[in-house]
């Protein structure tokens, strides 16, 4: 199944219409003619079946035929991620963040953070393009990009972890949590968290963990927090 996106469509639309950008794929790229069937979704937690009823490259029109809600998860993943220096790394977790289940993304600047700034409207197209890949009805939220101290001082529900890599007692994340429980992580960039930035989080109420053995790129980590959180509620 191929999945489109249409963030405007919800349960009152019967008809309307696909943006350029998705209408030129099913027309020129799929080559798709009215009557045929599609799927789509609004990124919100529906799934759509929509009949095609006029072909055009840059708006083509469809009337939905079924809709179903997808119910999402009992817990709440929000991963407050350093960008990384290689953009591609950072889209590289964005994507497969989306794939396993992220609900909340936080670009942070930290005080070693090597990128200062990003580009939202990419990152956008990055999470949509994997929430289709992967059939998912949910699109994650991308936040603003937010400097650490401020971001730590943000109420957040919930759970509130931070993975750094400095020698101390630090408990894995799967034992520090249980499933349908809300979940914000913390991961930092290359070179990590400073010393003072780990004492200011603790300060905060964020919690250190460990998630394993190895030291971990930074899209590295956010991958496997995660995969942590997902298996723990795969139950």
Request: proline share 5%; charged share 30%; net charge positive.
């Amino acid at each position: 199944m191929q999945l489109f996106y249409t963030p405007a469509l919800s349960k009152e639309v019967t008809r309307f219409e696909f943006d350029p950008e998705e209408s030129r794929h099913i027309v020129k790229v799929l080559r798709k003619q009215a009557g045929d069937t599609l799927h789509t979704t609004n990124g919100k937690g529906c799934f759509f079946d929509v009949r095609i009823l006029e072909t055009h490259p840059k708006h083509c029109k469809a009337e939905v035929t079924s809709t179903r809600k997808k119910l999402d998860k009992r817990y709440h993943l929000h991963l407050a991620v350093a960008p990384t220096k290689n953009k591609s790394r950072y889209e590289w977790f964005l994507e497969k963040a989306t794939e396993i289940g992220v609900h909340e993304i936080t670009p942070l600047i930290c005080k070693r953070s090597e990128r200062k700034s990003i580009n939202p409207e990419r990152m956008e197209k990055v999470l949509e393009s994997a929430m289709k890949q992967s059939l998912r009805a949910y699109l994650p939220k991308l936040n603003e990009t937010m400097s650490f101290e401020d971001f730590i001082k943000t109420p957040q529900p919930g759970l509130r972890f931070i993975a750094h890599c400095e020698e101390e007692e630090k408990t894995d994340l799967k034992r520090r949590m249980g499933a349908d429980q809300d979940v914000l992580v913390l991961i930092g960039p290359e070179g990590d968290f400073t010393r003072d930035e780990i004492r200011k989080a603790y300060q905060q109420g964020f919690h250190p963990v460990s998630l394993g053995e190895s030291r971990l790129r930074t899209e590295t980590a956010a991958i496997v927090a995660a995969a942590t959180v997902a298996i723990i509620n795969s139950g």
